[in-house]
């Protein structure tokens, strides 16, 4: 019997976080009492390919690693700046910022200052309860 996955799993909460996060646990044990997570069925792979995306996605949205960007808070500041009908760089530029630090923030290799912070509220209209989350 054929097992049926959605095209992509979605993790709504921490709850959820939780109860996939454990499968995951159950998945990597079996592939270990195997031998190898390639002994796992094709179903049990395809589970646990789907459940690791959903993890990271999830994770790097609601517990980025220090100094890196919530994905939820980098979405937003790209959807106020499509809004506004900006290119990056005029977005930057209105912030008072160059280019390649907005562009930074955006990709995580540069940490968000108050003044960032600030700037995305008040020039971009990124809401504060996402820049502050």
């Given at each position: 019997?054929?097992?049926?996955?959605?095209?992509?799993?979605?993790?709504?909460?921490?709850?959820?976080?939780?109860?996939?996060?454990?499968?995951?646990?159950?998945?990597?044990?079996?592939?270990?009492?195997?031998?190898?997570?390639?002994?796992?069925?094709?179903?049990?792979?395809?589970?646990?390919?789907?459940?690791?995306?959903?993890?990271?996605?999830?994770?790097?949205?609601?517990?980025?690693?220090?100094?890196?960007?919530?994905?939820?808070?980098?979405?937003?500041?790209?959807?106020?700046?499509?809004?506004?009908?900006?290119?990056?760089k005029d977005a930057a530029r209105m912030m008072g910022i160059s280019a390649?630090?907005?562009?930074?923030?955006?990709?995580?290799?540069?940490?968000?200052?108050?003044?960032?912070?600030?700037?995305?509220?008040?020039?971009?209209?990124?809401?504060?309860?996402?820049?502050?989350?």
């Amino acid at each position: 019997m054929k097992i049926l996955f959605p095209e992509k799993m979605i993790i709504r909460n921490e709850k959820e976080y939780k109860q996939y996060e454990a499968r995951v646990e159950e998945l990597i044990e079996r592939g270990t009492i195997l031998g190898d997570m390639e002994l796992l069925s094709e179903e049990d792979k395809a589970e646990f390919s789907m459940l690791s995306d959903a993890l990271d996605e999830y994770g790097r949205a609601y517990h980025p690693l220090p100094g890196r960007m919530s994905t939820l808070l980098s979405d937003a500041i790209l959807n106020q700046v499509k809004e506004k009908g900006l290119r990056q760089k005029d977005a930057a530029r209105m912030m008072g910022i160059s280019a390649t630090m907005f562009s930074d923030l955006l990709h995580g290799r540069r940490p968000l200052s108050f003044d960032i912070a600030r700037n995305l509220y008040k020039v971009l209209g990124v809401p504060a309860e996402v820049v502050l989350s």
